[in-house]
């Protein structure tokens, strides 16, 4: 945006030198005048009920200038057209719940310890480039990436060496360090003389809060991310337990400094007593919330509160059955689906988040989808949710997650129909983001 700017005002200099006429386009002014015309046979814009068949999409520059019946309008002149063949044209993807910094939580691989104790930091911005890559080849072409896990404010330059064009990698909406509280969160179980890093920026009261917030917000979070609640465990009665971390007053700080940035607050809560501070507290998106109850989800509904479940983590790499972490793995999936099914019918808003990071970014990022049919999404609901209804989140409708006029022409394509099988989307042959094809493997969408 601010190199768009820059080229508006040179370019008004120039005119009012004269010179405008004689002087040759600069790169930039050439991509941004580049019209190109994809043609999909089948088109999943993200925002209608039903797919469209044998459309055309102009665009010009990283925008959709329209959208339009193949065959009604001739290619402008000069246009590059893309023919895409029989795949099926989609938006691109959005996850709303991401960890560049992580690089999985794999027990045998030293789980999440090793990462913050003997990686360097070198090495964990290196993979963090790689995974951003990865987010973008598998068709995500924008990420909520919601803490760094002591990394600080490494996904501000993320953001920033992917936004100028030095590395590929998503469009990026950031939380930089996250807030919990003493006791909230990890690195823990050391010994209490030995000084460790801890994955959340830590606070106690509300005075803190609000400072955690300002800081994070100065240093350039576009989103706050709290820590509702912590451990979690299964009690003598057999129900989910979660420890509750930040009071409502020190959640309120935080709320009311953000907001005043007219930024938002993205709230970790499983269940219980954390999570109703978090609602009672005003967050705008509950990550995970594994167990909502019925006077919750009504809340929920009534305060605008978004959901973003991220279903299909808490199936990786389960404690072994009949531990105490065994039986918590299990009774936080088996209550997660019923709360999921129970929001969806209710109304809750629902974006599509994953906590990947939380598992390898080797692994297909798509998995969430089947988990969010499973529970009762139909495969348009799935693909909204990571669409148009992640692009609201976001506070970005009508810019993102839509192929319609006015749109970043972030596109993507897949070989089959993804409403008969949603899996297709864990195959995405084409990504295009802000008008650039990032990468295709369709044999016809050559030049
Ligand atoms: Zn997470």
């Known amino acids: 945006m601010r190199r768009l700017l820059c080229i508006a005002l040179f370019s008004l200099c120039l005119a009012r030198l ?50 339009y019946a193949a065959g009604t309008r001739p290619p402008p002149v000069g246009a590059k057209v893309l023919e895409l063949g029989n795949a099926t044209v989609l938006p691109g993807l959005i996850d709303c719940h991401t960890h ?50 002591a990394a600080g404010y490494g996904d501000v330059g993320i953001k920033q060496a992917i936004h100028e064009g030095y590395i590929p990698g998503p469009r990026m909406f950031v939380a930089t360090r996250s807030i919990s509280t003493t006791g909230g969160y990890p690195l823990e179980g050391y ?14 009261g509300p005075v803190e809060a609000r400072k955690a917030a300002r800081e994070q917000l100065d240093n350039g979070a576009d989103w706050i991310k709290v820590y509702m609640t912590h451990r979690s465990w299964v009690d003598e009665q057999g129900a989910l337990v979660s420890q509750p971390t930040l ?21 970790h809560a499983y269940n219980g007593i954390g999570l109703q501070r978090a609602l009672d507290g005003g967050c705008d998106s509950i990550e995970h919330g594994l167990e909502l109850t019925d006077a919750q989800i009504a809340q929920m509904v009534k305060q605008g509160t978004w959901l973003v479940p991220t279903l299909a983590v808490y199936y990786h790499d389960p404690d072994p059955p009949g531990t105490p972490g065994g039986i918590r793995d299990r ?12 929001a969806l019918r209710a109304g809750v808003k629902i974006a599509f988040g994953t906590d990947v990071g939380g598992f390898p970014w080797s692994e297909p990022i798509a998995q969430e989808f089947p988990r969010m049919i499973e529970f009762g999404m139909t495969p348009m609901q799935a693909i909204q949710a990571a669409t148009s209804r992640a692009a ?22 897949v070989a089959g129909d993804p409403l008969a099988d949603v899996g297709e989307l864990k195959n995405v042959a084409f990504v295009m983001k802000e008008g650039s094809v990032f990468r295709s493997t369709l044999p016809s969408a050559g030049n």
């Open 100 to 149: 560049i910094f992580l690089q999985g939580e794999v027990p045998a691989a030293g789980g999440y310890d090793i990462q913050l104790l003997k990686f360097p930091a070198s090495y964990r911005v290196a993979r963090a480039g790689v995974a951003a890559r990865r987010a973008l080849e598998q068709g995500f072409t924008t990420i909520r990436d919601v803490e760094t896990e």
């Open 392 to 413: 609201e989140l976001l506070g970005k409708r009508g810019e993102l997650g839509a192929i319609a006029p006015g749109a970043y022409a972030d596109l993507i394509a």
């Open 18 to 67: 004269g010179m405008a006429q004689e002087s040759p386009a600069a790169p930039d002014a050439t991509a941004a005048a580049r019209v190109v015309v994809v043609r999909a046979r089948v088109l999943i814009d993200g925002t209608s009920a039903q797919p469209k068949a044998n459309q055309e999409i102009l665009i010009q520059g990283d925008r959709i200038i329209a959208v």
């Open 191 to 204: 010994a209490p003389e030995i000084v460790v890093p801890k994955g959340a920026q830590l606070i106690d």
């Open 331 to 342: 009774k936080r999936v088996a209550v997660h689906g019923v709360s999921f099914q129970k």
């Open 247 to 267: 009071t409502v007053e020190e959640l309120k700080a935080i709320v009311d400094e953000t907001h005043g940035w007219r930024k938002k607050v993205a709230c």
